[in-house]
């Protein structure tokens, strides 16, 4: 008997049971035999005591002490099992390896997993079904729209080109006006340039030339002997004229031009400085090498606010 607990034992711990038992309790036929609970004691090194299956148990007044006292070793299978029925999560020992235990757990266990993992499912599944149906409603929506707003982007393509229509009407419109204002002012100039040589007398202009876009610079000159003192700082670029004419000297044909002569043209230029088209004069120059007449040139800057 001792062989065959130390043998159980021996298979409790090698099937990966680590908890060493601490006390043993004899119970059935062998509970009675004399010595028996020493003899186990020092085979298996664990303390051993009779089992008393009636300690926590009331027997009814019926039953004779007397047979209780010798057949109660009897009895302890018995509670035993009625313990396991009304009382089922009561400690148990299985000997079984716990491989075999975990599967038998499992198997029970498995359909509650089962439910567990489709309700996991159903839980991810139904948010992403919701979201899909959602993004198809909405781009049945956004279609919706984009039928409804092709009229509108149509609209708002030809919109768009008449507004680009007008844009360059509209600046047509103001280069034919500038052309326009700009042939006013031209007759205007010119008449007044007419008026300003007839006050002065035998003076007229042999050339007037156009420049645009010509750079000011600083320049020093002086009447009568190619050179003017006239300084100009960088400005805005206006419109510029280069005009040459001559000034006849009746009273001196066959000689160098008189003073007189020299003060005409003067007024002249002073003249044409004072026009309401002209912002100022520069470069002047002079040549009364030709007997009886002046020759001069000069470069009229034209005011911006009257321009040509």
């Known amino acids: 008997m001792s062989t065959e607990v130390s043998r159980t034992l021996a298979i409790y711990k090698n099937h990966g049971y680590e908890e ?57 299978e018995a509670m035993g099992i009625a313990i396991g029925r009304f009382l089922p999560d009561s400690t148990q020992i299985n000997l079984l390896p716990r491989s075999i235990l975990w599967q038998r757990r499992f198997r029970k266990q498995q359909p509650y997993y089962l439910f567990a993992g489709l309700v996991a499912c159903a839980a991810i599944a139904l948010p992403l079904v919701n979201t899909k149906i959602a993004v198809q409603r909405y781009e049945e929506e956004i279609q919706n729209l984009d039928t409804k707003i092709q009229p509108l982007r149509e609209l708002n393509t030809r919109i768009n080109e008449r507004i680009e229509e007008i844009e360059s009407l509209r600046s047509v419109i103001g280069e034919a006006s500038e052309i326009a204002q700009s042939r006013s002012n031209w007759m205007l100039f010119l ?14 202009l042999d050339k007037i ?25 960088d400005k805005e670029e206006n419109t510029r004229l280069h005009l040459e004419g001559r000034l006849l000297d009746v009273a001196n044909p066959l000689s160098t031009v008189s003073q007189e002569s020299n003060r005409r043209v003067s007024e002249l230029l002073d003249s044409f400085a004072s026009s309401d088209f002209v912002e100022r004069l520069e470069d002047e120059r002079f040549d009364n090498n030709v007997p009886g007449i002046l020759k001069f040139n000069f470069t009229l800057v034209v005011d911006s606010t009257r321009p040509l």
Not at 58 to 73: E, G, I, M
Not at 191 to 204: C, G, S, T
Not at 209 to 230: C, G, L, Q, Y
């Open 209 to 233: 030339e156009v420049a645009r876009s010509i750079p000011v610079v600083s320049s020093s000159s002086n009447r009568f002997n190619a050179t003017r003192t006239d300084s100009a700082s």
């Open 191 to 204: 008449n007044d340039i007419q008026n300003r040589l007839d006050q002065v007398e035998d003076v007229w």
């Open 20 to 76: 060493r038992p601490v006390r043993c309790l004899l119970t059935g036929g062998g509970n009675i035999l004399s010595n028996f609970e020493s003899e186990l004691q020092a085979a298996i090194n664990v303390p051993v005591s009779r089992f008393d299956p009636l300690k926590e148990v009331r027997p009814a007044t019926s039953c004779p002490q007397d047979n209780l006292d010798s057949d109660k070793v009897f009895l302890a």
